[in-house]
Structure formats: C-alpha cells, structure tokens
C-alpha cells in the first residue's frame, strides 16, 4: 500500500525558512504528480504547490516567490523549501502522492505542523 510520510515542520519567526521533506513507501513507479497542501484550522484544505514527474510546477499565489518545491523522481521523495514565511502560512502542511500504476492511487501523509510567530 503506498504511503506517504512528511517532516520538518516546527516553529519558525516571521521572515525564516523551513524545508519540508516528503518520504514515500510501497510506489513502485513515480507518482505522475506530488504535492503540498495546507490547511489552517477553520478552514478548508489547500494546494500549495504540485510538481509533475517532468518537473513542471504549480503554485497558489500566496507562496509564489517564496516557496519551493522539488522532487526526486529516483527516491519517489518531494520537498518544500519555504522562505520569508508569514504569519498566515501557519497550518498543518501535508504530502500528497498520486499516480495510476499499478493501480490508481492518492495517498496523504498525516501533516506535519508549520507555526510561524515570533
């Protein structure tokens, strides 16, 4: 079964970095498409950013610029690098894999906590 495991979430300033990494486990082959989504309490579930497996990127607007997300189609591993972070970028980040082979699959990591405050 596939499963996805994030880390590097904690307690940043406002203007600091944080890297997130994204490890998976039972994808044989590359996810057609990996992502970061956050969600803030109250509010709904959001993509962050997505990266397919040639590497073409998508953000929300609120991150463009700052955030960056990378994938190593190799180790089936994704990462969020996020810069000059807000206080509004504060929520539980989580990893998403998904793909069709063998069989279709979309699979979610249990979050990892972002709190940026000073």
């Known amino acids: 079964q596939e499963r996805v495991v994030e880390s590097g979430g904690g307690l940043v300033q406002p203007g600091g970095s944080l890297r997130l990494s994204c490890a998976t486990s039972?994808?044989?082959?590359?996810?057609?498409?990996m992502g970061w989504y956050r969600q803030a309490p109250g509010k709904q579930r959001d993509l962050v950013a997505a990266i397919t497996t040639g590497g073409n990127t998508n953000y929300a607007a609120s991150v463009k610029g700052r955030f960056t997300i990378s994938r190593d189609n190799a180790k089936n591993t994704v990462s969020l690098q996020m810069n000059s972070l807000k206080p509004e970028d504060t929520a539980v980040y989580y990893c998403n894999a998904r793909g069709q082979l063998p069989a279709p699959y979309n699979a979610w990591g249990q979050g990892t906590q972002v709190t940026v405050s000073s």
């Open positions: 039972g994808i044989i082959f590359s996810p057609s498409l």
